[in-house]
């Protein structure tokens, strides 16, 4: 291989003080040497490889069997500096490094006692430093400075333990399209070789880190996390109220997240048990969220190659979900994330969902076997309190399994309809009605790819009851005010009314129920079906003509 080397070697010194003796016995441990060199503009090419290296200068010191007092055998075997400043790197115009100064201190212990786990100690700076992997990764780094120190556990002498410290001042990372910034980082870490399996090392530490930015497209939401600390060890994350803002949106977490290393190396589930309190949550915006990530996790998986070849650099400027967007128009199924056993117990103030805004929810909520279950979760909105267990599964992007149970009280019709737009394509008496009702509903589905219900596997049982209910000019009830002549034909006043509705194989059944309206009471019931035809028969149980009569009512809703 052709290497081709320059530069300037500006001071070289070397100190010995060994015997023969030592060297004719081999006895390298007793030589002491020391001394230094110094270099500048050096400069390496390597055709074949199409690398080239500029260093404005390095040097290296060393020494060995130095006293130490400060060692617990009061001398270092060996202890030794080296360092570069000026590092300029390039490696097939595809990879560069720039580097300042830059420099490893190393020392170790002689060892006196072969039954004791030698010592040693390394210290590492490094300077500001910018690494970039063409069109695929962006490292910039302010400083940094890191401790390691492998030495005898205070437990047992024979058993080795690791010490480590990094400190990280202003890291900026970009891999394709996924961001990382923060402005400061410490990490503390010690670990001790298990006694059970001695390849097995057993960590315990803390990160703390402030001013931390992310941003990804497979959940593109700007995400910042302020000063936080957390605790780990080979198996748990421990969060205390760690704070975590996804757009609008506000988190703070306190619990434990565990099975750490069975999840990354065994392939085991991931589980944590978090109480997840918030001010404020926008379903809106993280849905979304959620929806343009699998779809970006489509394209990758169809060979889409994401870049950092990009003019906007500044976080806040990258393209993210609409703050204000609301859903409605085309929406797509976003995917539970699989491997994850997730349960949050909820606390949250305020929830934007559609354009209903929800207050005081509590609750359970679990991530599990790609699900997402929520249970006796309570809430309450300007249109009603309310209380639901849902479930929701998809396992890819082409069809979603949803089910439901929920219970609204004294919530207004037109904001039931507001809050479950397909009721009034489910259920378009409703259309006729203004008031409050209590409404209670259980049903499940198949969704589509666009989150559509599935109507031929929609099940459901309904039932809704009211008092002092509006008649109003809808289309079924237009044609029952002029056949029993009404005297008001536009509002008539419902005193109370109480139905039970079932859907099944794409009918809507109405169990018969009584209503007294006007100078009129009766009991209807029929069925309406999905394609909008229906059949009602009405029982007139009083009225001001002599007899009882039914009606059968048929048709098409427009």
């Known amino acids: 291989m052709e290497l081709l080397c320059r530069g300037t070697l500006n001071t070289f010194f070397l100190k010995t003080d060994v015997l023969v003796e030592d060297v004719r016995n081999a006895d390298y441990g007793k030589l002491r040497i020391g001394g230094w060199c110094q270099m500048k503009d050096v400069n390496i090419f390597i055709p074949k490889d199409s690398i080239v290296m500029n260093v404005k200068s390095a040097g290296l010191v060393f020494a060995a069997n130095r006293k130490n007092t400060k060692s617990v055998q009061g001398t270092d075997l060996l202890n030794g500096v080296v360092g570069y400043s000026g590092l300029d790197i390039h490696v097939r115009n595809k990879v560069r490094l720039l580097m300042d100064t830059t420099y490893l201190a190393l020392r ?4 006196k006692d072969t039954s004791v786990v030698a010592s040693m100690g390394a210290n590492l700076h490094l300077g500001r430093m910018v690494f ?3 069109d695929t990764l962006l490292v910039g780094l302010k400083q940094a400075n890191a401790k390691a120190s492998l030495l005898p556990s205070k437990r047992n002498k024979k058993v080795p333990q690791i010490n480590a410290e990094l400190q990280v001042d202003s890291l900026r990372l970009r891999a394709m399209g996924n961001r990382l910034n923060f402005a400061k980082a410490e990490v503390q870490v010690e670990a001790v070789r298990s006694k059970r399996n001695t390849k097995i090392w057993l960590p315990t530490g803390y990160v703390d880190f402030t001013g931390l930015r992310a941003y990804t497209p497979y959940f593109p939401v700007r995400m910042r996390m302020p000063g936080t600390r957390l605790r780990f060890d080979r198996n748990e994350i421990q969060l205390d109220s760690a704070v975590l803002h996804l757009g609008r949106s506000d988190l703070r977490l306190t619990g434990n997240v565990t099975n750490l290393a069975k999840s990354f190396f065994k392939k085991e589930e991931l589980k944590a048990q978090l109480l997840v309190t918030s001010d404020r949550i926008d379903c809106n915006q993280l849905m979304r969220a959620m929806e343009r990530g699998t779809a970006y996790m489509e394209k990758v998986k169809a060979g889409f190659r994401d870049t950092i070849s990009t003019e906007v650099d500044d976080m806040d400027e990258v393209p993210v979900v609409s703050d204000t967007t609301v859903l409605e128009g085309s929406n797509c199924l976003f995917v539970v994330p699989p491997g994850i056993d997730f349960t949050f117990q909820t606390d949250i103030k305020k929830v934007l969902f559609g354009k209903l805004q929800m207050d005081s929810i509590h609750g359970e909520v679990v991530m599990r076997n790609q699900c997402i279950q929520l249970s006796d979760l309570e809430l309450r909105s300007s249109a009603a309190n309310m209380s639901t267990t849902a479930l929701y599964r998809a396992t ?3 069809k979603a399994y949803a089910g439901f149970a929920l219970q609204m009280h004294d919530i207004r019709i037109d904001s039931l309809v507001g809050l479950i737009p397909s009721l009034d394509t489910l259920f378009p008496m409703l259309r006729s009605f203004e008031g409050l009702v209590d409404f209670h509903i259980a049903a499940d589905s198949w969704l589509d790819s666009a989150m559509n219900i599935d109507l031929p596997t929609l099940r459901a049982a309904a039932y809704l009851d009211g008092r ?12 029952i005010s002029k ?6 034909k536009k509002r008539n006043m419902i005193d109370s009314i109480s139905v039970d509705l079932m859907v099944k194989d794409g009918t809507i059944e109405i169990f018969p129920f009584l209503v007294e309206i ?5 009991a209807v019931g029929g069925q309406h079906n999905i394609d909008m035809t229906f059949k009602y ?5 009083k009225s001001p003509l002599p007899f009882r009569a039914g009606v059968d ?6």
């Open 108 to 111: 170790t212990s002689p060892l």
């Open 132 to 134: 970039i992997v063409r």
């Open 396 to 398: 890819d992007t082409t």
């Open 468 to 479: 002092d209910l509006v008649l109003m000019d809808g289309e079924t009830f237009a044609e």
């Open 483 to 488: 056949m029993l002549m009404f005297k008001n």
């Open 518 to 522: 006007d100078r009129y009471k009766a």
């Open 537 to 541: 028969h009405i029982s007139i149980l």
């Open 553 to 558: 009512i048929s048709g098409e809703s427009r």
